[in-house]
Each structure stands twice: as C-alpha cells, then as structure tokens.
C-alpha cells in the first residue's frame, strides 16, 4: 500500500474547484472525458435497455410481447444509441480524451474549447436523437436504408437524421483534435517511434473520424431534406438511386466500424505489455497496422452491398480488398500473443478483459473473414450470422477492450481503486454471457434466419433461448462494474500514482493528475515500454 | 482559475502551448484539417452530381439551360474580387496596418453580401418558375420545338443545384458573420503582426469557400449550350 | 437433424454444396486459429505467469515472424477469395435456357408470375431440375428475395430489375423470406418455395387459372397502350422497330452504345428522354405511373418474346412467338 497519498490530499483536477459552473464550461480535457463518461453511460443503459426488450420478445417464435412497430423501433434506436452515441464515443471520447495528453506529455489538447464544443455537440445530437425517440421513434434501421426512410417509414426520421447529423461534427472536432494534439503538441523526445499505441490507434481512428464523418452528415442530410421538401436525390420514382445512398451511407459506416475497433485495439497494446511487463512485440508492425487498417478500411464499403445489384466486377474488388483489411487486424492479434511469450504475467482484472478482447476480436475478425467471400456472403448476408458477427467484433471487442481500460485507468481518473475480487467475477460473467448469447446466432445465421424479424419460424427457437438466456448473464457483468466503481469513489482505496507499476508518462504524474498534467513538462530520453528499465517491485494494491 | 484561456500579454498565448510559434502553427494545422473535413462533406455531393450527371446527361443539360449566365459569373467575379481583398487583409494585418485590414475585409463582406442576393434574385426567379423540386416542380424547356425530353430527370438536376448551392451560400453566410467577427475583433485591436492566427485562418476559409464556387460555376452553369437530345 | 433443432439448413439446389463445401473449410481453419490464439494465450498465461516467472525476458519483435504471419494468412485467404468468387459469378450467370419467373415485390407480400400466366402469392412453384431465373423488382421499397435451402438471395429494388437463379434439387417446401428490413410486417413476408417433381409441377401448372400467357398479356397491353402504333415492326415507325432487340446492342443519340436489357427496357418505358435511340426523336411520352409493375413485366416479356427465335419451346413462349409472327 502507497504512503504517499494517504495525508492531506494534493490539489488535483477533481477538487481544484467545485460547482456545476466549473464543470460545464471547463476546457480541462479531464473534466470534458468525465462529463462524456458520464452522458456515454447514460447512453449505454438505453441502448442496453432497448436490447433487452429485444432478447425478450425473441424467446418466443411469434410476436407477443411488443408489436411489429415497436419492435421495429427497438432495434432500429438500440443501433442509433449504441453506433452512434455509444461506441463511436466510447474510448475515444472518454479515455482518448482523458489520456492522449497525458501520454504525450501535453498539458491539454491542441483546442481545448474545440473540445468543450464537441461535448456540447454530442449532447445537443444525443438529445435531439432523444426526443426523436420519446416522441414516438423511428423504424428505419440504423442504415436509414432509401426510399424506406424518406418516402415510406411514417416515423420521427428527421429528428434521429438530424442528431446523427449534430453528433457527427462532434466526433469530427475531437478527431482533429486529436490529430493535431499528436502532430504538434508532443513533449520534448516523444517521437513517433516513442508514441504510445493508444496513441497511434486514436490517431488513425480520428483519421476516419475527420475523412468519414462528414460523408455520413451530407448523407443523412440529404435524406431529411427529401423527407421535408420531396427532393428526388435517392427516390427511384424519380430517377434517383437507393443504391447511391448505400455507397454514401457505408463510406463512412464500414470505415465507423474502425472507429470503433481501433482505439479499443490501442488500449489492449497498453494492457498487455504493463501485465505482461515486456515491450510490445513489434511495435513497428502494430502502429502500422493501425493505419494500414483505416487506410484500408476506406476502400471495402460495398462489402455491405453483395447482393444489393452492383455489379460483378465491383464486387469482385471489394471482397479482395476485404481480404486485405482482416490481414493488419491479424497481424495484432499474432503481436498481442508473441508479448506473452516469456513475458511475466500478472491476472488483475483489466489483463482478463484483454484476454477476452483477443479471443473474441479473433472469432469476431476470422467471421469477418466468411462474410469477406462472396460466395458465403450471399447467403448469410443480412441474417443472424451478421448480427453475431459484428457484435463479436462491438461488444466482444470494442466494449471489452473499453471495460478493460476503465479498470485499467481508474485509479488514474478517479484516484481510487476498485475492487478487484468483484471487477473479476464481473470480467468472467461478461465473457460468459457474452459467449452465451451470441455464438448461437452464428449457427441461428447459416440456418437462414433473417435480421430485423419480429416474428421467426418455431425451428429457431431454442437457439434464440439461449441467446436471451445468456444476455441476461450479460447484463449482470455489466451492472457489476456500475456499482463497485461507484461505491469506490468513496470507499476504494486511494489509488498511489502507478498502481499498475507500468510505464507511460499518464504514470508519472499524481493519481488524479493536477489540472495542468504535470508540474514540469517531462521530457522523454525512453523507449516506447520500455518495461526493462522499470524497476520491478510488487504492488499489493487490491489483493 | 482551471484550464481556461489565460491571455498572456497581449500575445493571446494559450497556457498549454509552449510558445507563440507552436500555437501559430497548430491553429492553422488546425483550419487546414478542417478544411479537409469540409471538402468530404462538400464531395458527397459532388459525388453525387457525377453519377446522376452521366446518367442523365440530357436531362441535366436542359436544367442547366434554365441557369442565368450573367448573374452566375457575376457572382462567380464578385467572389474572385472578395478573395483578393480578404488576401490582401490578410497580409495588412501580417504587416501592422489595423485600419487597413478592416477596410479590405468590410469591402470583403459588402462583396459578401452581394454575392448572397443576386443569389437570392436567382433563387426567386426559379422559385416562380416552380424550378423547386418537390410537389410544385414543373419543368419546360420553354422552346415549344424542343419539349423537355426528360423532365423527371431534370428534378434531379434542380434537386442537386438547390442542395449544393444552398450549402455554399450557408457556408458564406458563416463566412460572412466570421469575417465581422474579426472586424470587430481588430477594432478592439485584437490583432498584431505577433498574433493575427484567427485572420489568416477566416482567411482560409473564405477562400475555401470562394473555391467551392468556382467548381460550382462550371458544373452547374456550363454543362452545354448545344441542345442535348 | 432433429425436427425441431435443427443445427444446419436442408440443401436443396445445385449451388448449395459449393456453399457448404467453402462454409466447412472456412470453418475448419477459423477454428485451427481461434483454437491456437486461445491455446497460446492459456499456455503463455499459466507458463509465464508472475509467481513462476518473475523476471521477463524483452524481445523487440521478429521480422521472419512478422512476415509469416502476414503472408500466411494472406495465402490462406486469397484461396477463400478465389473460391467464393467462383461461386458468386455462378450465380451472377444465369444459364440460356432457365425458366423465367417474374417476381413483384411489396410491403409485404410476394406475388410471382411464371411465363404460363399463372400468378401465386407468397407461394413459389417450381419444378425439381430445371435452371431457373428470377427476374425481380419492387413497387415500394428495397426488400430481398431469400431461400437459405438454395443459398441464394439477392435484393429487390424498386425501380429496377434485378435477378438471381438456382436449380432446385431436391423436392419439398422450404422456406422464403425479405431478407431486406421493409418495414412494420417485414417479419411477415415469408413465403415457401415449393419444389415438386416435374410430373406433379406440370399437373399443378395446367391445374391454375391462367389468362393467357406472360408475353401474350404483354402483347395485348402493347396494342392498348399505343406502344404499336409508333414502334412498328417494319422502318417506318416513328419508333424503333422492337423485334430482336432484346440482348442486342443498341447505339444512342449521344453516341453510346447500350445493350438492351431488362433494366434497358424497362427504362425506355419509364423515362424515354434518358436514352434515345440514334435517329430517333426524343417524343415518346412516359408511362411512369400509368403501367404497373405486373404489366411492365408483361411488356418486357412480350419485347424478349419478340427477341427468340421462332419455335422455341418453352412453355408459353410458343404464343408470343406465333402472335409475333402475325403482327409482321
């Protein structure tokens, strides 16, 4: 146990000044990822909520417990919630926000008030999105597929386009944010090659961030205004093209997938070398890896488009190009598990989650694989096996490497640690149920069953049992963590300032760091893990 | 006081920056990356136009028919003009001259203005000749010799001329209100040959804007005089 | 299978071996990964682990290692990629001779029209053996034409034709579903796809009310419509003479050339200012809203009937081919 911190506690950014004024026109980058932990959460429980009315109505074949209508609305809004106001947001807008200058060894980010902006952007999408919702909902999908969106569905599709709209000039500023934080604002020696891969895995998601985004808020633009003003743009009665807007929508939203997925890969190379105590297996490979990926990831869209009547040869390229994205995502996972390899390696609760980040990202991405081949893909497209697919890659992936670094990172952000026996028995409950209620759909997908039903064919029953069965041991492991990290706020213990012993300089400075970062600009003369150095000493903290 | 904006002397410098050279260079980075964002947002449109306007080429060339020249390339020489002045206050406020930069930059927003309402006198004019794409659309080439051969398709056209240039003249109407920003700011004496970051960077964006235009001009304008079918 | 969990879905069509054949491999080698990822970690975790392992050993990286693991598994993939783009461009390819079905697509409903003339709702008819192509579109929004048993599936767009095919080999009633999210009753656009054996298709076929044949109906719509009176079957017609057109290459009044296919057709209804033919005046009107979906299938029928050589024999085509022949 650390001595340090157990007097007068030192002036931090949580305590250097109180009141709902300090916080809501704060340009700390701290203050700003904890007010978006805050709304973030708050984002996922709705969204986890519409899931688990989903999983409810699916135990049964027929429709019984909410209409076609409703249940139309809550698949559609768990995908606006969880895509847009939920994943997009998650590690970078929280522990992006939070860490990047700190990992860099900058006192803020390049604009801080750009920052502040994009909070209030998020929220004002977030709230209007909403409003959307409680006024009666919208049942296009997330894919706000035309003319289903702009001339049939009778529902609230301007509102949700237009937070959609909003939200996305939020994840824009903080991926130029981000962008020019790591170009300009590094400290004195920390080079390209010293970088953190958190670092290098946010910069290539705010690279899509910046390029994607907008594509996404024209299109979805252009779909509102031909709902308000009947503009032609994608009306076949017009002459317009439904497919234009699948191009449009995917150019972005494939690449969101790597939004998504990116940064949670950043936070497992961090993870895994601290457990791990070892520098990452080629680094090189890895930062790399994570630009080849949203590099790439910008040419594979109409992957979505198979079967929507484009034509042979485009499809031919896509799926060759789709091939080539899963290669630098392989490529990671062999590093992750070469950093093991003679490594000393320690189970404390975030290195659990990596465990379970790397397991079921590989299934997530080797499915990925089947989809990528067009044969297999025609038939499988559209059915469960996609829906199991991508939340292998979402929530087997993105949400376990964002728990992972939220244990990872507390101590650091709230300046107290949680409990460790409890945030264990949370990691395997989630690993569990994740399993439990998703690897069925893959079975449920090749068998045919199609997205989106309300109702479905009695043959599919038990397999959608188990799925609901294991969502609601899904569940569990996620309420866990709300309450112990709650109750550590006050009683946890106070969290010394490397609790882990790992290094990267967000470990060098107080637990929580003071509002200016550090007390002097450090300057780096170390390379990036460089774990050999670190003195080896055995913290108890938590056991 | 927490993290907010610490004016340092009359330098404006930002605590968390270094120096004056390093937030220089990261506010125009900064305009430069958005200015990216602005050219994807613009090119889903632009996209958009490409795949229409070669698969209804004559449609599309009888809807630019309906385009007044003149008042597009006034517009077009207005926007050229306003970029020199805002080039040029943008250089007086490099060279300490305040007065000067104000005057240039209002001649930039009168020029501003001007462009918006001969676009507002075109918008009206398509407006009565029910050129809105909707319910009330209603397309005649106005030659009883040549009747529109594809006037469904023509929507389309208008559709595209009403979202892209009304994104434009909204994106001016930002650049206006930035540019009286900066006059006021300069008024207050905000500026100095040290620190004049925010000018040039309006200054990018004006132009950025001016130069959507110029590609506008062309594709919307000039298709083809000869006509199409 | 068990009747009532079944694990695997029935294969019924020519195609589907392929599928299932691509599926196993995919799965055999995904599983040798997954299974080795999981092994390594557990096996790096226990052998290395704090307590037995205290001081690490650092390693930079490798470069052979990074290379294998790079080029492997692209060598692996590109034999995925090869293999399941034979079988997509299989299904790309109708053959020559597949029966026809025309299918119109709405919320919520499947209505097929076989070249016979004989309609059915939500319910497909078709024989064991035959190649068969559908040939699809919508009246409202996008939806997809799905049978897991063929492996096949492919979206139906309003505005367009799309189509797919398959050989059904195996009797029996399967399932079909939208597969494309179409709104509240998306979930009840499911339909069967019948496969009976061809003795028993021909009894059911002449069992159903038929108005005439496909091609036949669209003939008489050509004439009540106006289309003969413009497109007539010599040089004279204000339009161009139709016959043997369809699949053919056809030179534009801007210089292109098209080939004139079902989508082609189908727009030269629709929007006949968007490709003129070279030497003609763009003066037809549209028929945007005034022809259904059903009768601009019929049309396009009769227009590909026109195409065939004379005695062809399939099925209803003997009609349209003699009904041709009068005309000229």
Redesign the interface.
């Known amino acids: 146990m650390a001595t340090a911190v157990q007097t007068v506690e030192r002036e931090n950014?949580l305590n250097?000044?109180y009141g709902i004024k300090?916080w809501l026109?704060?340009?700390?980058h701290k203050?700003i990822a904890m007010l978006y932990l805050i709304s973030i959460t708050a984002m996922f429980w709705i969204g986890g909520f519409f899931a688990m009315m989903i999983r409810l109505e699916l135990l049964t074949p027929a429709?019984d417990l909410v209409s076609?209508?409703t249940y139309?609305k809550l698949f559609t809004m768990h995908g606006i919630v969880m895509v847009f106001f939920f994943l997009i947001p998650s590690v970078p807008a929280v522990l992006g926000n939070f860490l990047i200058p700190l990992m860099v060894g900058?006192?803020?980010?390049?604009?801080?008030?750009?920052n502040l902006l994009s909070w209030y952007l998020y929220m004002a999408g977030g709230i209007t999105a909403l409003t959307a919702m409680v006024m009666g909902g919208v049942?296009t999908?997330w894919?706000f597929?035309t003319?289903?969106s702009t001339?049939?569905?009778n529902t609230h599709v301007i509102g949700a386009a237009v937070g959609i709209f909003i939200a996305g000039f939020s994840s824009?500023l903080t991926g130029?944010n981000f962008?020019?934080t790591i170009?300009?604002?590094r400290a004195p020696g920390m080079t390209w090659r010293r970088l953190p891969l958190f670092c290098w895995s946010n910069y290539a998601a705010a690279l899509i961030m910046?390029?994607?985004?907008?594509?996404i808020?024209?299109?979805l633009l252009?779909v509102a205004?031909e709902r308000a003003?009947?503009?032609?743009?994608f009306n076949?009665?017009?002459?317009?093209?439904?497919?234009?807007f699948q191009h449009?929508f995917w150019?972005y939203s494939h690449p969101a997938v790597y939004i998504m997925i990116l940064p949670g890969m950043g936070v497992i190379s961090e993870i895994v070398t601290c457990f791990?105590?070892?520098?990452v297996?080629?680094?090189?490979?890895v930062a790399l890896a994570s630009i080849a990926i949203a590099v790439l990831g910008f040419l594979v869209w109409a992957h979505h488009m198979?079967?929507?009547?484009i034509s042979?040869y485009a499809?031919?390229v896509f799926?060759?190009l789709s091939?080539?994205v899963?290669?630098p995502s392989?490529?990671k996972?062999?590093?992750w598990?070469?950093t093991?390899?003679?490594?000393?390696?320690?189970?404390n609760t975030p290195m659990l989650y990596a465990?379970g980040f790397?397991?079921l990202f590989?299934?997530g991405g080797?499915?990925g694989?089947?989809l990528?081949?067009?044969?297999?893909?025609?038939?499988v497209?559209?059915?469960y096996f996609v829906v199991a697919h991508f939340h292998y890659v979402m929530v087997g992936g993105m949400v376990m490497a964002y728990m992972a670094g939220l244990h990872f990172w507390w101590p650091k952000m709230s300046g107290r640690m949680y409990p460790e026996g409890w945030a264990k028995l949370s990691a395997l409950l989630v690993f569990v149920g994740f399993n439990t209620t998703f690897f069925p759909q893959f079975?449920l997908g090749?068998?045919?069953s199609?997205?989106?039903?309300?109702?479905?064919?009695?043959?599919f029953q038990?397999l959608n049992v188990l799925s609901t069965a294991g969502s609601s041991i899904l569940a569990v492991g996620y309420v866990l963590p709300m309450i112990y990290f709650l109750w550590s706020l006050r009683y946890g213990e106070p969290a010394p300032p490397n609790p882990w012993n790992a290094v990267g300089l967000e470990w060098m400075t107080s637990s929580p760091p003071p509002?200016?970062n550090f007390d002097e600009?450090p300057v780096v003369t170390w390379e990036a893990y460089d774990?050999?150095n670190q003195p080896?000493e055995e913290v108890t903290i938590g056991h | 006081m927490?993290?907010?904006?610490i004016q340092v002397a009359e330098h404006a410098l930002?605590?968390?920056f270094?120096d004056m050279e390093?937030q220089r260079?990261?506010?125009t980075?900064?305009m430069w990356?958005?200015l990216?964002?602005?050219i994807?947002?613009?090119?889903?449109?632009f996209?958009?136009y490409l795949?229409?306007r070669a698969?209804?080429y004559t449609a599309f060339v009888e809807g630019s028919q309906k385009m007044n020249i003149w008042l597009g390339a006034t517009n077009t020489a207005v926007l050229i003009c306003s970029s020199l002045t805002m080039a040029l206050g943008v250089r007086a406020a490099q060279m300490a001259k305040p007065k000067l930069m104000i005057a240039l930059l209002l001649v930039t927003i009168l020029f501003g203005l001007g462009f918006l309402g001969i676009k507002a006198v075109e918008y009206h004019e398509h407006w009565v000749n029910h050129e809105?794409?909707?319910?009330n659309f209603h397309f005649e080439t106005g030659d009883p010799e040549h009747p529109a051969t594809d006037a469904?398709?023509t929507?389309?056209y208008f559709?595209?001329y009403?979202?892209m240039t009304g994104?434009h003249a909204l994106h001016m109407i930002i650049g206006v209100g930035l540019v009286l920003w900066i006059v006021l700011a300069g008024l207050r004496g905000a500026f100095t040959p040290h620190y004049y970051n925010p000018v040039e960077n309006v200054g990018l964006y004006w132009h950025f804007v001016d130069l959507v235009w110029i590609y506008l001009f062309p594709l919307l304008y000039l298709i083809s005089k000869k006509h199409g079918g | 299978m068990w009747?009532?969990?079944?694990?695997?879905?029935e294969r019924a069509s020519a195609l589907a071996w392929?599928?299932d054949g691509?599926?196993f491999l995919?799965v055999a080698v995904?599983a040798f990964?997954?299974l080795l990822?999981?092994a390594?970690?557990f096996f790096?975790?226990v052998k290395?682990?704090?307590s037995v392992?205290?001081?690490?050993?650092?390693?930079?990286?490798?470069l052979p290692?990074?290379l294998a693991?790079?080029l492997i598994?692209?060598g692996i993939?590109?034999v995925?990629?090869a293999?399941?783009?034979?079988?997509?461009?299989q299904?790309?390819r109708p053959p020559k001779d597949a029966m026809e079905v025309y299918a119109v697509a709405k919320?919520w409903m499947w209505k097929f029209e076989y070249e016979g003339g004989q309609r059915d709702i939500n319910q497909l008819h078709l024989p064991v053996g035959r190649d068969v192509k559908m040939i699809m579109s919508s009246q409202?929004?996008?939806h997809?034409f799905?049978v897991?048993?063929f492996?096949?599936?492919?979206?139906v767009?309003?505005?367009?034709f799309?189509t797919t095919w398959f050989r059904p080999t195996k009797a029996g009633t399967y399932?079909l579903?939208?597969?494309?999210?179409?709104?509240?009753?998306?979930?009840?656009m499911?339909g069967q796809v019948i496969v009976m054996e061809p003795a028993a298709y021909q009894a059911w076929m002449s069992g159903g009310s038929s108005t005439g044949t496909l091609a036949a109906n669209g003939q008489q719509l050509f004439q009540e419509l106006g289309c003969s009176t413009c497109h007539r079957f010599d040089t004279q017609g204000r339009g161009p003479n139709l016959t043997g057109v369809f699949g053919r290459p056809v030179l534009l009044e801007d210089g292109r050339t098209v080939v004139a296919d079902e989508n082609y057709l189908r727009e030269s209804i629709l929007?006949p200012g968007?490709k003129i033919v070279s030497g003609f005046k763009p003066i037809m009107p549209t028929f945007?809203g005034q022809v259904s979906e059903e009768n601009l299938m019929a049309l396009v029928a009769y227009v590909k009937s026109l195409a065939q050589p004379q005695g062809k024999a399939a099925g209803g085509n003997e009609a349209a081919a003699q009904g041709t022949s009068n005309t000229q």
Not at chain 1, 106 to 114: I, T
Not at chain 1, 372 to 379: E, F, N, R
Not at chain 2, 40 to 45: D, H, Q, S, W, Y
Not at chain 2, 132 to 135: A, E, L, N, Q
Request: net charge negative; hydrophobic share 40%; charged share 15%.
């Open positions: 950014y250097a000044n300090s026109l704060t340009t700390d203050r429709g076609s209508d139309n900058a006192k803020d980010l390049a604009f801080p008030r750009v049942d999908g894919t597929y003319p289903f001339t049939y569905s824009i130029l962008i020019i170009h300009r604002m910046v390029l994607g985004t907008p594509v808020a024209i299109t252009l205004f003003f009947h503009i032609g743009v076949p009665q017009l002459g317009g093209d439904p497919l234009l449009l150019f791990s105590r070892k520098r297996f080629g680094y090189e490979f198979f079967v929507a009547g042979v499809a031919l799926s060759l091939y080539l899963a290669i392989a490529v996972v062999f590093n598990t070469a093991m390899y003679k490594g000393s390696i320690r189970y465990f790397i397991g590989t299934v080797l499915t694989v089947f990528a081949s067009l044969g297999i893909d025609v038939h497209t559209d059915t079975i090749y068998m045919g199609p997205r989106r039903y309300h109702a479905y064919p009695p043959e038990v509002t200016h600009t774990y050999e080896q | 927490a993290t907010s904006d930002q605590h968390h270094a390093q260079e990261t506010s980075f900064g990356m958005f990216l964002t602005e994807m947002f613009f090119g889903g449109l996209c958009a795949v229409y698969s209804y809105f794409p909707g319910p469904q398709h929507e389309i559709s595209l009403w979202a994104l | 009747k009532n969990f079944p694990l695997f879905p392929q599928v691509l599926y995919l995904s990964f997954t990822i999981f390594l970690i790096f975790a290395y682990r704090r392992h205290p001081h690490p050993v650092q390693i930079e990286g490798s290692l990074e693991w790079t598994p692209l993939s590109m995925f990629f293999w399941g783009s034979l079988i997509y461009f299904e790309a919320q409202d929004v996008i997809s799905y897991p048993a492996r096949i599936k492919a979206d767009l309003p505005g367009r799309t399932h579903f939208c597969a494309e999210y179409c709104g509240t009753d998306h979930s009840g499911i929007s968007a945007q």
